[in-house]
């Protein structure tokens, strides 16, 4: 072979060497959990920090971005955060949850090894134990697209987290207390935006310039509305999928829901109040922020913007509106369109009632009349190290059965890229919120009544949205879609805070008996080790 081959060919290969080997970013972050006197409606509290912070750190991060997050557990009990959207392909050991992840001891610490792999959009972390989502320790997370990859709208001027949701004055270990002891919690004192009360927030924007806001309601009991006095806002990214891109005067997020939406400061320069409100409540609570325009002629005037209140049908017409923006691309440079679910046969019907009631005296919530109860060993570790006696698989029902609530630790099993329909059915006069971890799913329908085989008949197969979070009206039904690509045991709650607490969730087995790992990571290495899986030893990726 001639020498100038020779040398073309050795450069050849070793550029695809090069190419294929090439890893995604990593991103290192230490985190010290401490508790910490905190005030955010005018009353000391005691709160979870994170590095001191009230709410915690941003996390900000590129598709495919590696994020190594060392977590100093420094409280006095176990404590665990979870991803909310992010979806941890093919590892649901780093969840975060109780069934999938063993808690971080008093004094130890845990780092989580989480790859955003294949995601754009805005989400946020939560603490996932013990009722401590009621003190903080949650934050925002935003990824976004590689630079290659287009997006819908030009470069806002700024990008602001708005982390809202309705607040209690009590500590969170007296609202634990009173839901152990088999109690309701009372009605939420108050709204918070970035952690603080009526009067509190406030972002600053510049005459003419147009801003990104991303908005999750991290909250534990309502849906809320959100609205900026005098500016319109432009919806563009729902939990990972750019959206059509309608403009709204307001608009509601529920229970554990995130969007994006673009408003432009065009007008007079002065202050403008930022409402956040209640739904679908008496009496209906309120509070406020401040948009300040850098040139602002003189603070907020007037009363503070009204909004929609207990109206249902303006909420159902709104999320109807919230379609999928086809031709943009998402994580990757295929536009959005190119995956059509809506010809794809679904292979299986799953459906779940939620419903309330006592059990030995004690106030209970529950799907398909099953209450969850956590077993003694993340379910993960005993289904990996075939631990018997932890749960049963199949032990909750496709279908709800109607009859009383019992306790049981419940684990539906599911087959590994099987495309399903998930029926919600709401008979309570609840709003009802539900998420399922490790996916995002379409959703092809949402009306009132009792769902039925006709009710297929109006599905949106073309755009539906595609996110992880969904509501259900009172006495209404949501139906969703979804493709279960992601080998894992994945919790699927509601997101009604006290209510995931008290049972109403469970754990989609999502199963394969291939060990490739094409279709899931074997167990980190580094995973901490409990109950019955105590003593028993990892391996490494």
């Known amino acids: 072979m001639p020498l100038h081959l020779a040398v073309a060919l050795f450069y050849a290969t070793a550029s695809l060497f090069a190419i294929s080997g090439a890893e995604d970013p990593y991103r290192f972050y230490t985190w010290n959990i401490t508790y910490g006197d905190i005030y955010p409606l005018g009353v000391r509290q005691t709160g979870i920090l994170i590095n001191?912070?009230?709410?915690?750190?941003?996390?900000?991060?590129?598709?495919?971005?590696?994020?190594?997050?060392?977590v100093f557990n420094n409280l006095n009990e176990s404590f665990l955060l979870s991803w909310n959207g992010i979806q941890q392909r093919r590892n649901s050991y780093e969840d975060g949850v109780y069934g999938t992840t063993c808690p971080i001891p008093p004094g130890k610490n845990f780092?989580?090894?989480?790859?955003?792999?294949?995601?754009?959009?805005?989400f946020y972390y939560f603490p996932s134990l013990a009722f401590h989502k009621a003190a903080g320790g949650f934050g925002g997370i935003r990824i976004l697209s590689r630079p290659r990859i287009p997006v819908p709208f030009p470069d806002p001027a700024g990008d602001y987290t708005l982390l809202i949701g309705d607040w209690y004055k009590s500590n969170y270990t007296v609202l634990k207390a009173r839901l152990d002891r088999g109690k309701k919690l009372p009605f939420p004192d108050g709204i918070l935006v970035n952690g603080r009360g009526p009067g509190g927030a406030s972002f600053n924007v510049e005459q003419g310039k147009t801003y990104r806001l991303r908005i999750s309601n991290v909250g534990l009991q309502n849906s809320l509305n959100f609205r900026i006095q005098n500016h319109k806002l432009k919806l563009v990214e729902v939990e990972g999928?750019?959206?059509?891109q309608t403009t709204y005067s307001s608009i509601d997020l529920h229970l554990g829901q995130s969007c994006s939406v673009l408003f432009t400061a065009d007008q007079p320069a002065k202050d403008y109040y930022i409402v956040v409100s209640s739904r679908f409540t008496n009496p209906v609570l309120t509070t406020t922020g401040t948009l300040r325009y850098s040139n602002s002629a003189g603070p907020v005037s007037g009363p503070p913007p009204g909004g929609p209140t207990i109206q249902i049908d303006w909420s159902l017409n709104q999320a109807?509106?919230?379609?999928?923006?086809?031709?943009?691309?998402?994580p990757r440079p295929n536009p959005q369109g190119s995956y059509h679910y809506g010809l794809i046969n679904t292979t299986r019907t799953i459906?779940?009632?939620?419903?309330?009631?006592?059990?030995?005296g004690k106030q209970r919530y529950a799907v398909n009349s099953v209450s969850f109860v956590p077993a003694d060993t993340p379910l993960k570790l005993a289904d990996y190290f075939k631990i018997g006696g932890v749960f049963r698989v199949g032990s909750i029902s496709n279908n709800p059965y109607g009859g009383g609530i019992y306790l049981d630790t419940s684990v539906m099993d599911a087959d590994y890229r099987a495309f399903v329909e998930i029926v919600f059915q709401n008979n309570e006069d609840i709003i009802q919120s539900w998420h399922l971890d490790g996916y995002s799913f379409f959703v092809v329908g949402m009306d009132g009544g009792q769902w039925t085989a006709d009710s297929r008949k109006g599905y949106n197969l073309r755009d539906a949205i595609s996110r992880c979070t969904t509501q259900v009206y009172p006495k209404s039904w949501t139906a969703i879609y979804v493709a279960l690509d992601n080998v894992?045991?994945?919790?699927?709650?509601?997101?009604?805070?006290?209510?995931?607490?008290?049972?109403?969730?469970?754990?989609?087995?999502?199963?394969?008996?291939?060990?490739?790992?094409?279709?899931?990571?074997?167990?980190?290495?580094?995973?901490?080790l409990c109950g019955r899986a105590s003593g028993r030893s990892t391996r490494p990726l």
């Open 351 to 360: 459906r779940l009632a939620n419903s309330a009631g006592q059990v030995n």
């Open 52 to 70: 001191g912070q009230f709410p915690g750190p941003d996390i900000h991060s590129v598709t495919n971005d590696n994020l190594i997050i060392n």
């Open 111 to 122: 780092t989580y090894s989480l790859q955003v792999k294949d995601q754009i959009g805005s």
């Open 241 to 244: 999928t750019h959206t059509l």
């Open 488 to 528: 894992g045991m994945w919790n699927l709650r509601s997101e009604y805070w006290a209510r995931q607490y008290l049972g109403q969730q469970f754990y989609l087995r999502v199963y394969t008996t291939s060990t490739s790992l094409r279709d899931e990571y074997p167990i980190p290495k580094n995973a901490l």
């Open 320 to 330: 109807r509106s919230i379609r999928t923006n086809l031709t943009a691309s998402g």
